[in-house]
């Protein structure tokens, strides 16, 4: 089961959705020198950004380190016996193989039974690549949605450069080929849904006026087979001033529901359900996360308290009701799991018979299946090997069949299988670095206001407590997102092979502690997140085992937005700071690409009673040529079309206008990864890496 309408999904394909016609410079401030860089594709730009990769590319990709990662790397990546995740999809699993023959991709297929039995024999249902090269187009996969497990038809998104923008194409698995004459969405923030065979629902572009401020579709239409889109029936318009209209679905005992759901704000929606009948609004709380269906059951994840009649169900919690009895009046409201303290719920799979959830008790993975019985849900639980991340990957609706994964920062992740019976582990990753010579301790600071912030910290055992072993920071601590302690193949090769120490903190902004804690950094309590990063710096300052001569933060996103706080607020704490896709100018964030819709989260710059506080810690205004900052790294792309390019080029160069150091790597394609290929990756990442290594690791 897809997961739907979840807060992870909301920050993958609301946050990254945008206007067709890019940047919208209906603020522009004529003070600003540096503006002029927010022209993503201006000539002058572009050949700012070349003359600043050519710095970064002679400072580090010259060094022999830069060589030896970038081949380990690419090593990793095209590994031909690196595990398999799958997608299960009916009676069949897909995966997309990328390699050094195939950059772009292999989406292929093979049946469950065989998948199961360790077979890898693989049916390719569409080369990437090749298909790349016939419409002289750099495709990069992003999914499929599909009608019916048995069905073999899907709605294919594909993105030009790995942009959040795709094209939506009808496509059949049995043949592997487009439907001719079949329903097709022209590249734009789009999504599309299955109603049925012959009609889907579509939120697009319609033309000038159907997108809303924030950039996204205001409206949704369904669309019939064979008939022109252009006379759709339209069954929603939201106003503009809306965050955006999107559509999700899924098929389940075997009832294909599509839903319809009008974001007023980031955190703040209405939910419909389409019926041959027209559309009928769900009378649930607006700041809900929807995670679709098990059988006729609908499933919801309060982030607040929810009260009907005499009964308050507390937020936090996983909760249920009957769709159909639900609409009719019934509202009969089960609690599926309430977390205790220092315990949240993560995510969940849907399967025949139950839900499989995973759920965290002090930032640690923990797995629970749910049983509907009668009146109320029957927990059991599923053992995992020990702390670390439970990630779930999918499961089938129309059996017992699951999966998901397991990894500890040392322990390389390994595949599971369940049936509702048992788990088997079927395969495990390779050790592609070192770490019997590691150990994983967890923490916890004490951040400006008292509130105890928990932190994980990977190093040597051998690890002596001088104050001079290199040290890596990093957080996100934004939009509700947890961040947990997980293998990462690319962190140990790049910085734990070479004797560095890696820090997780658990910030607030995330929610590894539920709703309260994600809320404990919203718009005016920012700057919670911010102090709890810096304790966490200060923490281990304190416990001797570095300082700010080895220090180093990192961040990427909403996480780039932290480094670049990092680094000016605290420029004392560290020495090297990379600042990835970042948002860095809040004055002017809500007018660039899809910035209006995080609002919800960082406030509105345009209202003074806001910008009041984000201009406290907004990066690009609190510069300071007089400030000794250290020498950063910031990463974008120019196909980033989520979080615009402009922050990073803007900050780069306003800081070098000032006089400071910097460093600045731009990529052409990859979108909000700044990479959509193997070699792209690999090369970024060594990239960062061999800056990291050099300022705070010198051998």
């Known amino acids: 089961m897809r997961r739907l309408l979840t807060l992870t999904a909301m920050i993958t394909l609301v946050l990254a959705l945008t206007s067709c016609g890019g940047e919208k410079n209906n603020s522009s401030d004529s003070t600003d020198p540096y503006l002029w860089l927010e022209n993503v594709e201006g000539e002058k730009a572009l050949d700012w950004a070349r003359a600043q990769n050519k710095i970064s590319d002679e400072a580090f990709k010259t060094q022999p380190l830069f060589a030896e990662l970038r081949d380990r790397f690419l090593e990793v990546f095209n590994d031909k016996e690196r595990v398999i995740y799958p997608d299960m999809e009916g009676n069949y ?54 009608l019916g497990p048995e069905n073999n038809l899907c709605l294919l998104s594909l993105s030009d450069g790995g942009k959040d ?71 929603l318009t939201t106003d503009t001033s809306h965050v955006s209209i999107s559509v999700f679905g899924m098929n389940a005992a075997d009832k294909q529901y599509a839903f319809i759901a009008d974001s007023k704000g980031f955190y703040e929606r209405e939910i419909f359900l389409y019926t041959p009948e027209g559309i009928r609004r769900i009378e649930v709380p607006s700041d809900v996360e929807s995670y679709g269906m098990q059988g006729d059951k609908m499933l919801l994840y309060l982030q607040s308290d929810w009260k009907i009649g005499n009964e308050t169900y507390k937020s936090g919690s996983l909760v249920s009701f009957d769709l159909q009895d639900f609409l009719a009046g019934k509202k009969t409201v089960r609690t599926i799991y309430q977390p205790e303290e220092r315990a949240s719920f993560v995510s969940l799979l849907s399967t025949r018979d139950f839900i499989v959830v995973s759920t965290m008790e002090n930032v640690q993975g923990k797995l629970k299946i749910f049983r509907p019985q009668g009146e109320k849900w029957v927990e059991e639980a599923v053992p995992v090997p020990g702390f670390g991340e439970v990630y779930m ?4 609706e129309q059996s017992d069949d699951y999966f998901f994964s397991f990894s500890n920062p040392v322990t390389p992740s390994t595949l599971y299988y369940g049936d509702g019976k048992k ?127 080895y220090l180093g933060a990192y961040g990427w996103s909403n996480g780039g937005l ?65 400030t000794k900052y250290p020498e950063p790294l910031f990463i974008t792309s120019t196909k980033d079309d989520r979080v615009h390019p402009g922050h990073a080029r803007k900050m780069a160069a306003k800081m070098t206008g000032m006089g400071h150091t910097v460093y600045f790597h731009e990529t052409i394609e990859g979108g909000h990864g700044a990479a959509s290929t193997n070699a792209q990756e690999a090369d970024m990442w060594a990239l960062m890496y061999t800056y990291l290594n050099t300022k705070l690791n010198p051998r």
């Not at 990957?393 to 089938?396: G, H, I, K, P, V």
């Not at 509700?480 to 140990?492: A, H, I, K, T």
């Not at 964030?589 to 209006?596: D, E, T």
């Open 562 to 626: 932290l480094a670049g706080v990092a680094l000016t607020q605290r420029p004392d704490l560290y020495h090297a700071v990379v600042v990835g896709a970042p948002l860095l100018d809040m004055k002017r964030y809500s007018h660039m690409l899809a910035g209006a819709s995080w609002m919800d989260e960082f406030g509105n710059p345009d209202k003074p009673e806001d910008w009041a506080y984000i201009s406290k810690y907004s990066p690009y205004q609190n510069l300071s040529k007089k």
């Open 165 to 235: 923008e795709s094209v939506i194409r009808e496509f059949d698995v049995r043949n592997g080929s487009f439907v001719n004459n079949g329903f097709s969405v022209n590249e734009s923030k789009s999504d599309a849904v299955w109603v049925d065979r012959d009609h889907i629902l579509v939120a697009t572009y319609y033309g000038p006026g159907t997108m809303t401020t924030s950039g996204y579709p205001s409206i949704v239409k369904i669309w019939k087979r064979g008939a022109d889109p252009a006379e759709a029936e339209t069954l």
């Open 423 to 549: 788990i088997t582990a079927l395969k495990k990753e390779k050790d592609y670095f070192d770490a019997s010579g590691l150990e994983v301790n967890q923490y916890e600071a004490v951040s400006k206001d008292g509130t105890k912030i928990p932190y994980f910290i990977v190093h040597p055992r051998s690890m002596v407590y001088d104050g001079k072993n290199p040290t890596l920071i990093y957080g996100y601590g934004g939009f509700n997102v947890s961040e947990q302690p997980r293998y990462n193949s690319v962190c140990g090769i790049g910085w734990l092979d070479k004797g560095g120490v890696y820090v997780i903190a658990n910030i607030r902004g995330g929610g590894e502690f539920g709703p309260s804690w994600h809320q404990a950094a919203l718009k005016e309590k920012r700057q919670n997140a911010y102090d709890d990063f810096f304790a966490v710096a200060e923490d281990i300052i304190s416990k001797k085992i570095t300082s700010p001569e």
């Open 393 to 396: 990957l999918s499961s089938d």
């Open 93 to 146: 699993i897909y995966n997309l193989w990328q390699d050094e023959k195939n950059e772009r991709g292999l989406w292929r297929r093979m049946s469950k039974e065989d998948y199961l039995s360790g077979k890898n024999e693989w049916e390719v249902v569409l080369d990437l690549d090749q298909l790349s090269a016939k419409e002289n187009r750099k495709w990069v996969f992003k999914g499929a949605s599909w």
